[in-house]
């Protein structure tokens, strides 16, 4: 088969495989910081729980994200070759220090876990969780501005022998790192929130009574609400940015081929044989206001990109299902907030917990198809404006016998973590655990 089609579909899947972890691993540990911290002010063992149980789940996820990282890292090279000898001068520095990053995040959360009860100054305990919030973050953010410089490459001039003249804190702040770190980062907390909020969700369909769900319940909802807004404006500053620096991305996405002032924003729909809009909602000049903050702005439409140079047409599926579930994740919460405020209604309702129990899903498919969107939308380019993919790949007759080993791989992993998981909760149900904790409280509350 085609070395550079493998080599394309092998990185996709072990990309699509590892954001899964490397989302949680940014986001899960600022609710248990949060948590332990609630429950300590409050002297709350449900709080305190929370961030036990959360922590002893999170280690199993770090396991798995630690092989399907290191797998990506021996993808570059393998798959990618010349990408490597081109770029690899640039990027190393980046790539260093998020591993650096993660290693720091991996001793203070070794630290965290053994140190439980051990301070008479519970504080003492809570600030180990910090250093691992801190890394989580900075793991992120580091290799995000890879990303970043792939899409618009900076810190260098170009000789015979390639990339020379490096610096690689200018590559690194390059135009697209602050929206896409915003971007990341944002959507990694509202994503967690949401998969802890569906978790507290279920439990309380089964059981209606737990005040520890309920709690973990409002805390995650809470934080749903505000970190979908962020992320809401986060994708308001991206596409702003995609206008100015990238303008084949955001037309390709929103099916703009003709440059013209007050675009229309389109939603949904398809394209007939002619490549035209078909039974989708148009709002007018939403386009231009996303693109430049004016109604009546100028876009810029695909006419101007030479053919060869435009991203696939379908990663306008890819933007609606990512701005859906966004706005999804804005009136969730939204909701459950309201019905918690006015006590008019129920927000245990089981309506209201069927919608929350959708909420984690849907925000980890958001982030997948947000991240389809990111790379496609970067298409032919690998490295924008000076190398296009088939020039990167290798061109090895192996990568088939690679691509079944690492999918056998991520399959074995997936099954382990599941069934690891699955024992680590099921197996030690967190009423009894409080009851063995914490003694005093009484049955009912938990």
Do not use: C
Not at 56 to 84: C, D, E, H, K, Y
Not at 181 to 204: C, D, E, G, N, R
Not at 291 to 318: K, N, Q
Not at 359 to 378: D, H, T, V
């Amino acid at each position: 088969m085609d070395p550079v089609l493998m080599s394309r579909l092998l990185t996709t899947m072990t990309l699509l495989f590892h954001i899964i972890f490397a989302t949680l691993g940014v986001g899960v540990p600022l609710f248990i910081s949060i948590a332990e911290f609630i429950g300590i002010r409050k002297k709350d063992p449900h709080y305190l729980m929370m961030a036990r149980r959360w922590a002893r789940g999170f280690v199993i996820t770090v396991a798995i994200g630690v092989v399907t990282g290191t797998a990506i890292g021996l993808q570059l090279s393998l798959l990618w070759p010349n990408f490597m000898q081109v770029a690899g001068n640039v990027i190393s520095l980046p790539l260093f220090m998020e591993v650096f990053a993660f290693f720091f995040e991996a001793i203070f959360l070794g630290i965290y876990l053994y140190t439980w009860d051990r301070f008479k100054n519970q504080m003492i305990h809570w600030a180990f969780s910090l250093p691992v919030v801190i890394g989580g973050g900075m793991s992120a953010v580091f290799i995000t501005t890879v990303n970043a410089f792939m899409n618009t490459p900076e810190g260098f001039t170009t000789g015979q022998d390639g990339f020379v003249t490096i610096n690689p804190i200018q590559a690194m702040l390059n135009p697209a790192t602050p929206t896409k770190v915003f971007h990341v980062l944002a959507s990694s907390y509202v994503t967690v929130a949401a998969i802890l909020a569906t978790i507290a969700a279920f439990s309380l369909l089964k059981k209606k009574s737990s005040e520890y769900h309920k709690k973990a319940l409002k805390l995650t909802m809470m934080a749903t609400f505000i970190f979908a807004i962020l992320t809401a404006i986060a994708g308001d500053m991206s596409a702003k940015f995609l206008a100015k620096e990238q303008p084949e991305k955001l037309a390709a996405a929103e099916w703009h081929f003709q440059t013209e002032e007050g675009a229309d924003l389109i939603l949904f729909g398809w394209l007939n044989e002619q490549d035209m809009p078909v039974g989708a909602i148009r709002l007018p000049g939403l386009l231009s206001f996303l693109a430049h903050g004016d109604f009546s702005s100028e876009v810029t439409g695909l006419e101007e990109i030479p053919e060869d140079e435009r991203p696939p047409l379908w990663i306008h599926y890819m933007f609606d299902l990512m701005v859906s579930i966004g706005m999804a994740l804005v009136l969730i919460p939204l909701l459950y907030l309201i019905l918690m405020k006015t006590k008019k209604w129920n927000e245990h309702h089981k309506w209201m917990l069927r919608l929350i129990v959708l909420g984690g899903p849907l925000a980890m498919l958001s982030i997948e198809f947000g991240w389809i969107y990111a790379e496609e939308g970067r298409q032919p380019w690998i490295l924008r404006g000076f190398m296009r993919v088939e020039e990167a790949a290798t061109t090895s007759p192996y990568v088939d016998l690679m691509f079944i080993f690492f999918f056998l791989l991520y399959a074995t992993l997936a099954t382990v973590g599941i069934i690891v998981l699955r024992k680590l909760f099921r197996n030690n149900p967190v009423e009894v655990e409080l009851e063995k904790k914490y003694p005093s409280i009484e049955k009912g509350d938990s």
